[in-house]
């Protein structure tokens, strides 16, 4: 018996489940990155779903979204839960913009919360304060993005919530 021939097939057969095992390895990865991929998506989903849900279940926030903001103006604690919802809002898309880039979403995610915000809460003085908080926050890129999706070129600097007469006693 040639001692070296089956060496060589030991070798030969070595290799081949090196091989064997590294594809499945591949193919075990790649489908945990789809799995965690649906599992954002879903929660995405559902996070969006709870905060309609949510609001649907309180009839004092209810009224509260169903005026218009423009022409009423809020006083104290509804000015103050006004600004607590668009942050959520903001939050919500840094997140899903977020997971977009890295690959874990898909952008009909970011499609669904960027129309909410172009229905008109973005053209309120308190919603472009309160960006002009969070812009510091965030890369250029979504900075430019942002702006361009929401604001179509108007300037916002003028808008300070630290300068506004609505928050004199509140920003510390």
Known sequence: MNW???????E????IGLFVSIFYL????????????AQFGFSLSQRLYD??????QDPKFCE????????????????????????TLFVDIFDTYDKIEIGMADK????MRMNLLKSGIMKLDQS??????????RPTQFI?????????????????????????????
Do not use: C
């Open 4 to 10: 070296e021939a089956v060496g060589a097939v030991g």
């Open 108 to 111: 009909i995610q970011l499609q």
């Open 144 to 172: 430019q993005w942002f702006e361009n999706e929401v604001f179509d070129g108007e300037d916002i600097t003028e808008f300070n919530l630290s300068e506004s007469p609505h928050s004199t006693g509140v920003i510390r």
């Open 26 to 37: 591949a193919v075990q990865v790649n489908q945990q990155n789809e799995i965690t991929r």
């Open 12 to 15: 030969l057969i070595g290799a």
């Open 51 to 56: 905060r309609f849900f949510k609001t649907a």
């Open 128 to 137: 472009k304060m309160l960006w002009n908080l969070w812009k510091p926050t």
């Open 64 to 87: 509260l979204l169903s005026r218009d903001w423009a022409d009423t103006e809020l006083e104290g604690p509804e000015r103050w839960q006004a600004g607590m919802y668009i942050n």
